[in-house]
């Protein structure tokens, strides 16, 4: 189990570090895009700053915009120039003549200090002379609402994309190690969760940076079926033909575990705020707001599942 929690730390390690790896869905990109509504292509409109953009979402938003020719910067630290959280003087310059931002923030939205950083970006953005933001948020913790009003109240065009679990928490994230060892452990219980898809997640964020429609809108996205972990593990056994447990172990157990495997003191904070905040069951109801912002329906768990199987993504190496 500590190996496993080990193996599982150094992954959200890396993502929290930033997703260097290339998985193989990122690739997987549709060839077409089957939005509700028509995308204008502009090659000449000022670009749109893609934060995130190596990560599970923002990867996506980037390589859609840029398969509608719209222009792009790319706001990760490797960029040029370099986009980080954390070194507040080099955000001007990635700010410069951009017209619209997908805020994407690497840990999770409320991690402590995290609603001044969100302040001093959207104070930066607006004399930079930005004009539309659309913000990756968690689903409704009140912590999040914090980061959701700095973005309601700074007189831009807003979007606010609340997203539920990704499926690729599992394909792309902290747990695919997991699924390797055959053994989900995490202190979920029997929880019901709405898990979305990042691709569906993208699609409505592209919709909001380039149609003026979304403006103003607060999506909630989630699947179109409850699924508690054990519900997953046995998606995932189906998809790859192997079994796949899932164990429901206790929450200090989980996060002393976490914290033993020398994994950093953000991620031990944003492992326990998941299992102790965001996951408690308050999100276990369906939204239609895929179908309501794109006019299709979300994407299963099982399509997801059947995807990445035949891929190297959840194959063993002996
Ligand atoms: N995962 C979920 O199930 C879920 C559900 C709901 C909401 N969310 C929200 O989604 C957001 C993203 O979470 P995620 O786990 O999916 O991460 P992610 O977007 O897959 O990966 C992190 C991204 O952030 C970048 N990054 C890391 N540190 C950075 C820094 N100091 N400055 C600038 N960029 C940095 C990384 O790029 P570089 O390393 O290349 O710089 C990478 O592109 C969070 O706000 C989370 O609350 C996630």
Redesign the pocket.
């Known amino acids: 189990m500590a190996c496993r929690v080990k193996a599982m730390a150094s992954a959200v390690k890396k ?6 790896h290339t998985s193989h869905v990122l690739d997987q990109q549709p060839k077409e895009m089957t939005m509700k509504r028509e995308h204008r292509k502009s090659s000449q409109a000022p670009p749109t700053l893609v ?9 996506r938003v980037a390589s859609r915009l840029q398969a509608l020719g719209w222009p792009i910067r790319i ?5 040029s120039p ?6 507040e003087k080099g955000w001007d310059a990635c700010l410069e003549g951009i017209a619209a931002v997908y805020v ?7 991690i402590p200090g995290s609603a001044k950083t969100i302040s001093a970006f959207v104070d930066k953005a607006k004399r930079q002379g930005v004009r539309r933001l659309v913000l ?4 409704g913790e009140a912590e ?1 609402k914090i980061w959701e009003g700095v973005v309601q109240d700074s007189g831009l065009d807003w979007t606010i994309v ?5 499926h ?2 599992f394909s ?3 747990f695919v190690e997991m699924v390797h060892a055959g053994q989900i452990a995490l202190p979920a219980g029997d929880t019901l969760e709405p898990f ?1 898809d ?1 691709d569906d997640i993208a699609d409505v964020a592209v919709a909001a940076l380039t149609d003026p429609r979304h403006r103003g809108e607060i999506y909630e996205l989630t699947g179109s079926r409850l699924l508690s972990f054990a519900d997953v593990a046995s998606e995932i056994s189906q998809a790859v033909g192997r079994t796949i447990e899932y164990r429901s172990i206790p929450l200090d157990v989980f996060v002393a575990d976490v914290e033993a495997s020398g994994a950093p003191p953000e991620v031990v904070w944003t492992m326990d705020y998941l299992f102790r905040k ?1 996951l408690d069951g308050r999100n276990a109801y369906l939204t239609d707001d895929v179908t309501r912002a794109l006019g299709r329906p979300p994407k299963a768990f099982s399509a997801f599942a059947r995807e990445v199987a035949i891929t190297e993504t959840w194959r063993i190496v002996a």
């Open positions: 993502s929290s570090d930033g997703l260097r934060l995130g953009a190596t990560g599970k979402t923002g990867r706001g990760t630290r490797g960029a370099p986009f980080d959280w954390t070194l994407n923030y690497p840990s999770d939205l409320p990756l948020s968690g689903r999040a609340r997203a539920s679990w990704f690729q928490n792309e994230g902290a979305v990042a965001a």
